[in-house]
């Protein structure tokens, strides 16, 4: 199934953030680094809440990040940062992710390759086939939620 990340409607989890003073840069608005700050926070906490809820212990690492910056941020100002599960295979899954500033215009989208690791040998290691298939359903959801 192929997702159109800058679309707000992609996404049925979202956390709001505030931009910081300290997120911009030189040029006066808000730093890429902190773009990629607010779309971890959204990645982290959508593991926490919807994807292993539930589920046997498992242990995920960032494999990859590929990120278009779409349009720039100021502070003071608020963003909405979204994530879903877009992809499941053997060892790694994929999460997609959408910015919007405060207007709801989309400002970045992100995509983290995320590999399955073993916690004794920090290896990539399969996914349980319980763990794989409770992704594959969320991954095959409308909105990337848990259905």
């Keep these: 199934m192929t997702f159109d990340l800058a679309d707000r409607r992609t996404y049925g989890f979202a956390t709001e953030e ?16 902190a773009f990629l ?3 971890e926070n959204a990645r982290v906490s959508y593991m926490r ?12 690492v960032v494999g990859r990040l ?8 100021f502070y003071p100002g608020r963003a909405t940062a979204c994530a879903r599960l877009l992809e499941v295979q053997a060892r790694k899954c994929v999460i997609g ?11 970045a989208v992100l995509k983290a390759i995320m590999v ?7 290896r990539s290691t399969p996914f349980s086939p319980a763990v794989r ?9 409308d909105n990337g939620l848990a259905t």
């Design 97 to 107: 992710h959408g910015l919007f500033d405060g207007d709801g215009n989309c400002t």
């Design 37 to 39: 700050q607010l779309l």
């Design 116 to 122: 399955s690791l073993d916690e004794a040998t920090h």
């Design 18 to 33: 505030h931009l910081r003073f300290a997120d911009v840069d030189a040029n006066g608005h808000i730093n890429n680094g």
């Design 66 to 73: 590929e990120v278009d910056f779409k349009r720039q941020m």
């Design 133 to 141: 298939a409770a992704l594959e359903r969320i991954a095959a959801s």
């Design 49 to 60: 809440a919807v994807v292993r809820s539930g589920l046997p212990r498992f242990r995920v």
